[in-house]
């Protein structure tokens, strides 16, 4: 629904923001109709030594009206790596050649590297805290970023599409 694109748009913009991984501020405050959205921010991952492609979080919000979904948010460009990311445009056909033998459709290169390393390293961990959402009342998963972190959502995507 839009009001949830607009919740994903709302959260793109906060990860910008968040200074410290392990102390996230505060999802500033948003009001539907008058009605206060509430936010549980579960986990915001930056750590490119252990393979984070770049700083994601997931986060719950509860839209009055509406119910509780769980969004797993990538920020866009800002640092160094993320550039080096930018500049890798070559088109990936891998992904769709091997699930429906299409070579014209193809993944931006760097994205979809991105997501396989995430993969390897923490899908275990974001399966839990998605796993952890629905049993808390989350009823949609929506993945999200802006710039960037729009080519990492949809390689995202991608990757649970092809699991």
């Given at each position: 629904e839009l009001i949830e694109d607009f919740v994903a748009a709302w959260?793109?913009?906060w990860i910008y923001w968040v200074r410290n991984a392990s102390s996230?501020?505060?999802?500033p405050s948003l009001s539907v109709g008058g009605d206060a959205v509430t936010f549980l921010v579960h986990q915001v991952c930056e750590d490119p030594l252990h393979c984070s492609p770049?700083?994601?979080a997931t986060v719950t919000a509860t839209i009055?009206?509406?119910?509780s979904s769980v969004y797993l948010v990538f920020k866009g460009s800002t640092f160094l790596a993320d550039f080096v990311v930018n500049a890798s445009v070559s088109p990936d056909?891998?992904?769709f050649h091997q699930a429906f033998q299409d070579a014209t459709t193809f993944v931006h290169h760097g994205a979809h590297h991105a997501m396989a390393q995430l993969k390897v390293?923490?899908?275990m961990d974001l399966m839990g805290q998605f796993r952890?959402?629905?049993?808390q009342g989350a009823s949609h998963l929506i993945v999200c970023g802006h710039s960037?972190?729009?080519?990492?959502?949809l390689a995202f995507m991608l990757q649970v599409f092809l699991e």
């Open positions: 959260l793109s913009e996230p501020c505060p999802v770049a700083r994601l009055p009206g509406h119910g056909y891998v992904p390293h923490q899908w952890n959402a629905i049993r960037l972190g729009g080519q990492y959502a």
